[in-house]
C-alpha cells in the first residue's frame, strides 16, 4: 500500500495559464475527493467522485475548473486561466465505500500564480 | 449546511504534558462523523482519531482520545503525554453519513507546539 500520491508537488504558473494536477489513490478505493486549502484555512471540499462518475461540485469549483476519473482510478484537476486566487494548497483524498468511510489524504499539490 | 468551529487558532503544551483542542460543530443531522486530522508542517494530513456519532462512547487511539458531547455538539480531542512530534495543525472535520457524499467539512485548525 503505496498511499495517495499526487503529481506535481509544487506548481508554479502565470496567471491565464492552464494546469493540470494528477491524483492516484489507494488502489483499491472507489471515492476519490478533491479539496483546495489556502494559507491559514482548513480543506474545502470541491468534487467527489465514486468510481469514474462526478457525483457532486462546489459551488467553489468555477468554470474554468474541470475534474475526471477515468476508467475510474488515476483524477485529473485542470484549472483554465488560472488568477492569483488560485493559489493554493490541492488535497486528494480517497476512501472505500462500505467500510469506515475515512478518507485519506495524499501530501497535496502546492499552485502558485503569478 | 454544516460548519465546524475550532476556536483556539494556536496553543502550546510542554513536553509530556497534556493538552485538550477544542471543536464545535453545527448541524441537524444525526448520523454522522466527527474526525481528527493532524497536519505536520509540510506534511501531507493524517488521520489521528474517528468518532461515529451514535456511539456514546469516546474514541481512543493511544494517547489521544476525545471528548464527545453530542448535545452540546462538542468533540474536543485530547492529547496525553505530548511529544515533539506532536507539533502540527489539527483540523477538526465532520462528515454527513448516507445520501450521496462523504465529504469532510472543516474547521480552520489549530496549530499545536509541543515545546522541550
Known amino acids: 500500500d503505496t498511499g495517495v500520491s499526487q503529481d506535481p508537488r509544487h506548481k508554479i504558473t502565470k496567471r491565464g495559464q492552464n494546469v493540470t494536477f494528477r491524483c492516484d489513490p489507494i488502489s483499491e478505493h472507489n471515492r476519490l475527493y478533491w479539496y483546495r486549502q489556502t494559507l491559514g484555512q482548513g480543506p474545502e471540499f470541491l468534487t467527489y467522485f465514486q468510481n469514474e462518475a462526478q457525483l457532486e461540485k462546489s459551488r467553489l469549483l468555477s468554470d474554468r475548473f474541470s475534474a475526471e476519473r477515468p476508467k475510474g482510478s488515476f483524477s485529473t484537476l485542470e484549472i483554465q486561466r488560472t488568477e492569483q486566487g488560485d493559489s493554493a494548497m490541492y488535497l486528494c483524498?480517497?476512501?472505500?465505500?462500505?467500510?469506515?468511510?475515512?478518507?485519506?489524504f495524499g501530501p497535496g499539490t502546492r499552485l502558485t500564480v503569478l | 449546511a454544516q460548519t465546524v468551529t475550532q476556536s483556539q487558532p494556536e496553543m502550546s503544551v510542554q513536553e509530556a504534558e497534556t493538552v485538550t483542542l477544542s471543536c464545535t460543530y453545527d448541524?441537524?443531522?444525526?448520523?454522522?462523523?466527527l474526525f481528527w486530522y493532524k497536519q505536520p508542517p509540510s506534511r501531507q494530513m493524517i488521520l489521528v482519531i474517528r468518532?461515529?456519532?451514535?456511539?456514546?462512547q469516546n474514541a481512543t487511539e493511544n494517547r489521544f482520545s476525545v471528548n464527545f458531547q453530542k448535545a452540546a455538539k462538542s468533540f474536543s480531542l485530547k492529547i496525553s503525554d505530548s511529544q515533539l512530534g506532536d507539533t502540527a495543525m489539527y483540523f477538526c472535520a465532520f462528515m454527513k453519513r448516507g445520501g450521496s457524499n462523504y465529504k469532510l467539512t472543516f474547521g480552520k485548525g489549530t496549530l499545536l507546539t509541543v515545546n522541550p
Open positions: 448541524t441537524s443531522e444525526s448520523n454522522y462523523y
Open positions: 483524498a480517497s476512501g472505500l465505500a462500505g467500510t469506515t468511510d475515512t478518507q485519506y
Open positions: 468518532q461515529e456519532a451514535y456511539k456514546q
